[in-house]
């Protein structure tokens, strides 16, 4: 291409999918910004595009093969990689030209096909990447992945097939990494897998060094490890697993944030059933209760499948039930899709598009009743929040609590507050609430610690 001897390789890059996909992208740009290449901000100025796609549900899928298609006409040198690169077939049908497709996590291949592509210009006096790596995200959060794969069989669900079984890393490699981040000014950590609280277990738990000592590779160890670096610790897709309990004291001590993400899926034990989930919903709704007793601040978040196959109207009713004596306090709900590769596709009592849209809109008016609810009665408290973005001009920083995920869960709209700077923290005394969102100011006059982010 024009030019190209008198400039750095550039590579554009597309992400699309879960979070655990964009760690994929963080570090396979890592790895480019590493040998030299940089990253096009344009189709046009790029030498080749990596697109890492999203393959879970058929909506995912749809958008990944646009995103390809945009890539191929926009540039036309394009390398496929992620969740749905198990149908490379489909792929090269569409588009012959492609120049690779790779699965998810296969840095190795991915960077070998950037290298038969564009091959890296050798630069003694390149500058190295900060030792934490490059990340996508703001600077003040990171998501943390611990493991990759699943060993569960859900029969919804096609992640296994994707990404394999568990694979857990070491407690050490996961600690180290977290210090590096922590080091770079990182005030929070997302602790991310398909099933986190099974971490380790294909490890059996083995120990592994740090700081001189040994942590198990288990995910109330390492949550107790990471508790001590400084930063917000929050942990998602965590199953309800006994020993998941003994993560509530950590959040009674303060160590991790009181922040539990279980996808419970649904209520019903039929449809649970059918799903392969557990079915004792019963003693999930006492576990619920015990852990608010230790925990009186805990936030619960979860995700719902409604219109799976074989329901009911007294299923979805079922759901209905429990969702409100749970008093779940974020809460997403998705419209079954028949994903290819699924189980579920072969499961009689396929249940019509219209009734499984009218169903999701009941339950989300349910949930934010309860949403709005439970955020009523913040109002009147002081509590910390995390900056993520300020409106100087409207002298309003956007904030999250304790309680909220980045992207997922609601904010804290901080009146007066336009000069604090992405992730400071702040005290704010709550004097409103809205179905997801709470309002209110600054407890105490900003000073020059409250202006200050991460250095």
């Known amino acids: 291409m024009t030019g190209r001897a008198d400039r750095p390789p550039r590579i554009g890059f597309v992400s699309l999918g879960c979070p655990k996909a964009l760690v994929d992208s963080e570090r396979i740009i890592t790895r480019l910004r590493a040998e030299g290449y940089e990253i096009a901000g344009s189709y046009e100025g790029a030498d080749a595009v990596v697109v890492n796609t999203c393959g879970f549900i058929d909506s995912a899928r749809a958008e990944s093969f646009d995103a390809i298609a945009e890539a191929m006409a926009e540039n036309g040198r394009v390398i496929v990689t992620g969740c749905l690169g198990h149908e490379e077939e489909a792929i090269r049908a569409r588009h012959p030209g492609i120049l690779a497709v790779t699965g998810p996590h296969q840095y190795e291949a991915v960077m070998a096909a950037v290298h038969r592509a564009v091959p890296p210009r050798h630069d003694p006096h390149m500058a190295l990447v900060p030792p934490q790596g490059l990340r996508l995200t703001p600077r003040h959060y990171a998501y943390l992945k611990i493991a990759e794969g699943c060993n569960n069989r859900c029969s919804f669900c096609i992640i296994p097939a994707l990404r394999g079984p568990l694979a857990s890393r070491p407690a050490g490699d996961v600690l180290a990494e977290a210090e590096r981040l922590v080091a770079a000014g990182v005030e929070e950590l997302l602790v991310i897998s398909q099933d986190t609280g099974a971490y380790g277990l294909d490890l059996k738990h083995a120990p592994s060094d740090w700081r001189g000592a040994p942590v198990r590779a288990h995910i109330v160890d390492l949550a107790e490890a990471l508790g001590s670096l400084g930063a917000w610790v929050r942990l998602h897709y965590v199953y309800p697993y006994p020993h998941v309990d003994r993560l509530l004291a950590l959040m009674a001590e303060g160590a991790i944030l009181p922040y539990l993400d279980i996808p419970f899926q649904h209520a019903s034990p039929a449809i649970l059933k059918a799903m392969?989930?557990?079915?004792?919903?019963?003693?999930?709704?006492?576990?619920?209760?015990?852990?608010?007793?230790?925990?009186?601040?805990?936030?619960?978040?979860?995700?719902?499948?409604?219109?799976?196959?074989?329901?009911?109207?007294?299923?979805?009713?079922?759901?209905?039930?429990?969702?409100?004596?749970?008093?779940?306090?974020?809460?997403?709900?998705?419209?079954?899709?028949?994903?290819?590769?699924?189980?579920?596709?072969?499961?009689?009592?396929?249940?019509?598009?219209?009734?499984?849209?009218?169903?999701?809109?009941?339950?989300?008016?349910?949930?934010?009743?309860?949403?709005?609810?439970?955020?009523?009665?913040?109002?009147?408290?002081?509590?910390?929040?995390?900056?993520d973005a300020v409106d100087e001009e409207?002298?309003?920083?956007?904030?999250?609590?304790?309680?909220?995920?980045?992207?997922?869960?609601?904010?804290?709209?901080?009146?007066?507050?336009?000069?604090?700077?992405?992730?400071?923290?702040?005290?704010?005394?709550?004097?409103?609430?809205?179905?997801?969102?709470?309002?209110?100011?600054?407890?105490?006059?900003?000073?020059a610690e409250a202006g200050a982010g991460p250095a």
């Not at 576990?287 to 619960?300: H, K, M």
């Open 276 to 387: 392969r989930r557990p079915a004792a919903q019963e003693k999930t709704l006492a576990r619920i209760r015990a852990w608010r007793e230790a925990v009186p601040d805990l936030a619960i978040r979860s995700t719902f499948i409604v219109g799976f196959p074989g329901e009911t109207e007294a299923d979805f009713a079922a759901l209905l039930d429990w969702l409100e004596e749970a008093e779940l306090d974020r809460v997403g709900c998705f419209a079954y899709e028949n994903v290819a590769g699924a189980a579920s596709r072969a499961l009689d009592g396929q249940v019509a598009e219209t009734v499984k849209a009218e169903r999701r809109a009941r339950f989300m008016e349910a949930a934010q009743r309860i949403s709005a609810r439970r955020l009523a009665a913040k109002v009147g408290r002081e509590i910390e929040v995390l900056v």
């Open 394 to 447: 409207a002298d309003i920083a956007i904030a999250r609590s304790k309680w909220d995920a980045p992207e997922i869960d609601g904010q804290v709209l901080v009146a007066g507050a336009g000069r604090a700077s992405p992730g400071a923290r702040l005290g704010v005394r709550i004097a409103g609430a809205d179905s997801y969102d709470l309002h209110g100011a600054p407890a105490a006059p900003l000073g």
